[in-house]
């Protein structure tokens, strides 16, 4: 009779995310890249024409809807100036590598300039006259003084 087959430490774990999204290290992956380009001050085409896709696979992968491979990580990394191991600097559970390379800080202002709602935020505001985006960026700023006096005062 033969034994049932006992499935490795390797076999189980690549089990355990099947069908249930994106894993957390792809998305922390794709924001750590996001991050990266913005604080560069390099647009998702300039970055996607420098390493040879187009930008909506450039967006797939800071969105973690694609994995990014080995080779287009370093290809990323090469071309942002910065070596490909940054990308996973503060993923937590990275063990002794993240203790030994403290992470960058990560502003939130930049992480929410690279979502998704920040892009189409963006792409609006672009749209309106210079005047009016203005008077709208006065209003966001007059909203989020009062949102904080009034949580100061809770």
């Known amino acids: 009779m033969p034994k049932p087959k006992r499935l ?4 189980a774990g690549a089990q355990i995310n099947a069908g249930s ?3 957390p290290a792809d998305q922390h992956v794709g924001r750590q890249i996001a991050t990266v380009r913005v604080q560069s001050d390099i647009s998702q085409a300039q970055l996607a024409r420098s390493i040879g896709i187009s930008f909506q696979q450039l967006q797939k992968y800071e969105n973690a809807r694609n994995r990014v491979s080995a080779s287009m990580l370093y290809e990323i990394g090469r071309s942002l100036d910065v070596p490909a191991g940054r990308f996973f600097q503060g993923l937590p559970g990275n063990g002794e590598a993240t203790a030994a390379a403290a992470p960058l800080p990560v502003d939130e202002r930049l992480e929410f300039i690279a979502s998704a709602e920040g892009r189409r935020l963006i792409e609006g505001l672009m749209q309106l006259p210079p005047r009016v985006r203005g008077r709208v960026s006065s209003l966001i700023a007059a909203l989020g003084e009062e949102i904080a006096a009034g949580l100061r005062e809770s």
């Open 8 to 11: 490795g430490r390797f076999q």
């Open 21 to 23: 999204g994106p894993h």
